[in-house]
């Protein structure tokens, strides 16, 4: 594997910043990993002092929107040692998304060392709390200047990192989108492609407008079958056991949804993914059937909805989950080093 150039600043702006009272998304610490792909490889990887970057207005991620990103948080245990979560989940996910878009492979190995790399220089920027994380978003998009629809043949690979205070989540409501839709088969919608985000921005904006906190994505052909949230995937308990939709080629494959479906397991629940149509929830829901409803998200970790509006119906989904909440600790508790890790998801830096 190459080896990282470090430049380091003469002096880290986190002692200027209170970390009880963080602006989400808008603190970013002192470096960041930069990678770029020339040549048909990549270049030699550096971590520098973050800065603007000069990008030529033909950059064909401006324009043709070949740009993909990851979500991922560090955390540190009592000791304060950090630590990542499931780090090579997320450089596969990403190779994943390269790959639908035509973009080059980052080396996984390489993605998590420059991971490890930044967030050990970063350390004093990992707030302490429980709940709270630095945020690391890794992400790539083609620089190369032209005008004409191809893959690109140059990229760049950055990750950049924000401190995230604790998420003190409210009870959601959802809304039902019955007119557009995120993805469909044979789309973009499991991979992590800028554009995804770019076309649910107006959605969200409607459904935020009508009282709702997120879009609930339902399917491209019969606008019935429940997909994902915003940017989480979601979990519904009915029956006793758990129901998750189905991973159809549209939904983003979440690394937290994979985790909590292991930690459910874990609690001897059962855990189905399948079609569940909204109709369908609906029903248990005026049955009193349905128990719990929440979404999960590297953001947010598990985030408890109250209700779903669908056309002019409210689908109430009780105040209270239980176990959502028991699982929410427990992944908590394993992010700090609280908890014991066996499924070996922690990674030291
Ligand atoms: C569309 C979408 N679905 C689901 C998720 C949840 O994925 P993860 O648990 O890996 O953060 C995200 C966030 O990355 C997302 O953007």
């Known amino acids: 594997m190459q080896n990282i150039k470090i430049q380091t ?3 880290s702006r986190a002692t200027a910043v209170d970390f009880d009272n963080i602006p989400l998304g808008r603190t970013f610490t002192d470096h960041m990993f930069i990678c770029q792909y020339e040549d048909g490889q990549w ?9 603007l970057i000069p990008t030529h207005p033909a950059a064909m991620a401006l324009h043709y929107g070949q740009a993909i990103f990851e979500g991922m948080k560090a955390t540190v245990d009592a000791s304060g040692n950090p630590m990542l979560f499931r780090a090579y989940d997320n450089a596969a996910r990403l190779n994943f998304s390269a790959a639908r878009m035509g973009m080059p492979d980052f080396p996984e190995e390489l993605f998590v060392e420059g991971l490890k790399q930044l967030v050990a220089l970063e350390s004093s920027w990992i707030p302490p709390q429980e709940g709270s994380a630095l945020y690391l978003r890794p992400f790539m998009y083609a620089d190369e200047p032209f005008i004409g629809m191809r893959a690109a043949t140059s990229y760049k690979f950055i990750i950049i990192a924000s401190p995230a ?8 409501r959802l809304y039902a989108e019955n007119q557009y839709i995120r993805a469909a088969q044979g789309g973009t919608g499991e991979a992590k492609a800028a554009g995804n985000y770019a076309a649910a921005i107006r959605p969200t904006e409607l459904a935020k407008a009508k009282g709702y906190d997120q879009v609930l994505w339902l399917d491209a052909e ?10 989480m995937n979601i979990f519904f308990k009915i029956d006793g056991h758990f129901v998750t939709p189905t991973l159809d080629g549209a939904v983003l494959d979440g690394i937290t949804r994979r985790s909590v479906m292991t930690l ?3 609690a001897g629940y059962k855990v189905e993914q399948r079609r569940i149509s909204i109709k369908e929830l609906a029903k248990a829901a005026t049955e009193g059937r349905l128990e719990e409803a929440f979404g999960t998200g590297t953001a947010v970790g598990i985030a408890y909805i109250e209700a779903i509006g669908w056309g ?3 689908i109430p989904l009780g105040d209270s989950s239980p176990v959502a909440e028991q699982i929410n600790a427990t992944l908590n508790g394993i992010k700090t080093g609280r908890l014991e890790d066996d499924h070996n998801w922690m990674l030291t830096v």
């Open 9 to 11: 600043v003469a002096e």
């Open 43 to 51: 270049q030699d990887p550096e971590i520098r002092p973050l800065e």
């Open 165 to 172: 205070g604790p998420f003190f989540s409210k009870r959601i």
């Open 222 to 231: 019969h606008h019935e079958y429940i997909q994902e949230v915003g940017t």
């Open 264 to 266: 459910l397991e874990d």
């Open 312 to 314: 002019d119906e409210v």
